[in-house]
């Protein structure tokens, strides 16, 4: 009687985990954890986003955040490494924080006294990674939900599974169509010039574009963000959404225009981006 009392526990805590977990649709891990000096030290980070992979986490390196995650970071929980090592062992755990910060869940401690530290770090991460075996994550998205996929950065040696995952999300995301192009070639065909941009009468404000996971953010000479451009699956064709202004991003004649519904109707500008 007390073992089964023991296993309906573990069954209710197994559920409840489960049920906090598939809250989230990303799980994102860093390239660098803070205990390190060098990014993937060790391989952690590939190991870790390959064990959390194989037990069906939507897992994603913090330098290739999608657009949709860029605008809600409540669509993710974030991975951190707890590292107390010291001069005679290797002890780690995996803790996941929401947007505030705040523990949604941690793994076990695994520790171990193995000497060459990528040896060390392999062993203790596969140990605590074991964690996540049997959690079962299901994320069922809400109908306002983006469904693009997303792409994965790997290193140079990349655990081989997670080559192989990353493969299959980058020919599924090269197959979908966020924006259908005919929809995309109106816009282009209706983009009509509203400033001559060699009036040299006007001085040019230029916007300073920095490559995101997915996408560009545009600033001004201060460093000020104006825009976050996500891409689509159409080339010169970005998305906008950001401070009331949703609409599209395209380019056309060598030429950049931002195009969205204002109060009075269409607007069109032309924007002078430097990549």
Known sequence: MK????LVLLFCAVNSINGQLNDYKYIVVPVKFKAF????????????????????????????????????????????LLDESGLFKTKVALVLKDCKGEVIYRTLDAQTKIKELDKAYKTVITETCASFQGLNHNYEPNSADSEKETIAVSFKNDVKSIEEKDAINEEKRSSAQPIKEEIVEKVMQKTDVVKDSNDDTTEKIYLYAEALGSGYKLSDKDGAIKYILGETSIENVFLVNQEGVNGVVVKKDEKWYLEYKGATGKIVEELNIKF
Request: charged fraction near 20%; charge should be negative; include cysteine.
């Open 3 to 6: 073992k089964l009392f023991v």
């Open 37 to 80: 000096k060098n990014p993937n030290q060790f391989q952690t980070s590939t190991l870790i986003k390959h064990f959390m992979t194989v037990e069906g986490f939507n897992v994603i390196y913090d330098n290739a955040l999608p657009f949709e995650l860029q605008e809600n970071r409540c669509l993710a929980l974030f991975t951190d």
